[in-house]
């Protein structure tokens, strides 16, 4: 069984940085892609970004050039570093994996920024 557990979230005020982390566990031979979603108190989740195996990365247009998605294939760890945070960045950021034709989902933990 494959489990991904999100770490990092806290409070944070505009303008600082935080950093996530999403480590992956069981029987895994590869993670493609791995990606960040989050959700806002009201709104639909959202993809902020995207990462391949190969470390191709996408990225949501609010984020770009704040955000930097990375990823170690040997942990099967994905990374967020996310700068510049911005109040509407608050949300649950999740983690999603994908494994052959299965996906899966971390828990989800919480960002919240201040102004």
């Known amino acids: 069984q494959v489990q991904l557990v999100e770490s990092g979230g806290g409070l944070v005020q505009a303008g600082g940085s935080l950093r996530l982390s999403c480590l992956a566990s069981?029987?895994?031979?590869?993670?493609?892609?791995m990606t960040w979603y989050r959700q806002a108190p009201g709104k639909q989740r959202e993809l902020v970004a995207t990462?391949?195996?190969?470390?191709?990365?996408n990225y949501a247009d609010s984020v770009k050039g704040r955000f930097t998605i990375s990823r170690d294939n040997a942990k099967n760890a994905v990374y967020l570093q996310m700068n510049s945070l911005k109040p509407e960045d608050t949300g649950v950021y999740y983690c999603?994996?994908?494994?052959?034709?299965?996906?899966?989902w971390g828990q989800g933990t919480q960002v919240t920024v201040s102004s």
């Open positions: 999603k994996g994908i494994i052959g034709l299965n996906e899966y």
């Open positions: 990462i391949t195996y190969g470390s191709s990365t």
């Open positions: 069981g029987t895994i031979f590869s993670i493609n892609p």
